[in-house]
């Protein structure tokens, strides 16, 4: 990474970490080697398994080695996907973790930092310089990731192991959830060493909030754009949506009124005679629809970037509190 256009605080936090920084291009320049390697490989395998003449769904005597050989290529092309969606998922903890640790902990811990504020450098601009290298970096390399994901989701749906959108490992990976996440713990990472002061704390208290923040989100992400209702007769044929997302599902009487879906579970009655108890009059299934991915995406990012903001501005108000 050149710092020929950079100046001031932003050209010493890029002097600084610039093994760090070149360390995470290569790293996500080689994460994308992988992928694309193996699904070279696993393309190529495809290829020569089309020319057998072979089958997966009727395997015929001699083509059980060449079956075998292809499944094997695309398990394998799966589990690599399985790795880099997991990273993905970690990434924005390592970035939290980067900021609160060498980037802005350590300096605050060890005082390092003074020398920054005795070369006509104020305290908001150490910290904006701070968080604008990692930002940016952070920006582009989590963009560039978020698309190969994208891309990769597509190639492995073309294969015996297919996964859908809304599974927690493909859509945290792609889209823009994954940018919002890693920015947030980003703010997050420079607020802990801020309040904390201490390298270690500042890294385990982000740790924490990035699970947190997970778990809650994941704890409301169907409830952020209205779901699809389909209503249909329990005496009926009725076929599930492609590719959708069931968020629920259960009864509606005559009147309108939801029950739950096991609520003749427990009843010693038929069926029938149980739900004509209770008026029923209908099934309902709450879903997204596969087009709710990017109106569920850029709300939860959303989220993500109005939380980032406020621990950013809330960054500066603690520094301007600490030192004026």
């Known amino acids: 990474m050149s710092t ?6 932003a050209r010493v936090v890029v002097r600084r970490h610039r093994r760090t920084l070149w360390t995470v291009g290569a790293l996500a320049l080689a994460g994308i080697a992988a992928v694309v390697g193996t699904y070279l490989w696993t393309s190529s395998v495809s290829d020569t398994f089309a020319g057998t003449g072979c089958s997966v769904r009727n395997v ?7 079956v075998r050989h292809f499944l094997d290529a695309e398990f394998q092309f799966s589990r690599v ?18 900021v609160a640790g060498p980037v802005i902990g350590r300096e605050l811990e060890s005082g390092t930092y003074k020398l920054s504020w005795t070369q006509s450098v104020s305290p908001a601009r150490w910290l904006a310089a701070q968080l604008a ?55 997050f990472g420079a607020l802990a060493a801020l309040v904390l002061r201490r390298t270690v704390a500042a890294m385990i208290v982000t740790v924490v ?23 249909f007769r329990f005496d009926g044929a009725y076929r599930f949506p492609d590719a959708a997302a069931g968020t629920g599902q259960g009864w509606i009487t005559t009147g309108g009124k939801r029950l739950p879906a096991d609520l003749c579970l427990n009843s010693a009655d038929d069926l029938k005679d149980c739900l004509a108890g209770h008026d029923v009059a209908f099934r309902y299934l709450d879903y997204h629809p596969a087009s709710h991915f990017w109106p569920l995406q850029l709300v939860e990012t959303g989220i993500l970037l109005v939380l980032a903001a406020a621990a950013v501005a809330l960054a500066f108000r603690v520094l301007r509190r600490q030192h004026g």
């Open 4 to 9: 020929l256009s950079l100046h001031g605080p």
């Open 60 to 66: 015929t005597r001699g083509c059980g080695d060449s």
């Open 81 to 98: 996907l399985q790795y880099a969606d997991l990273l993905m998922l970690l990434l924005p903890a390592l970035i939290g973790i980067f």
């Open 133 to 187: 290298v990692p930002a940016v970096l952070t920006l582009a390399v989590v963009s560039v990731l978020s698309a190969a994901s994208a891309w990769a989701w597509a190639q492995r749906n073309e294969t015996h192991y297919a996964l859908e959108w809304h599974e927690r490992e493909a859509y945290g990976a792609m889209g823009t959830v994954p940018v919002g996440y890693a920015l947030c713990m980003l703010a």
């Open 209 to 231: 909030a990035y699970g947190a923040l997970v778990v809650a989100l994941n704890t409301v992400r169907n409830s952020l754009w209205p779901v699809r209702t389909d209503t």
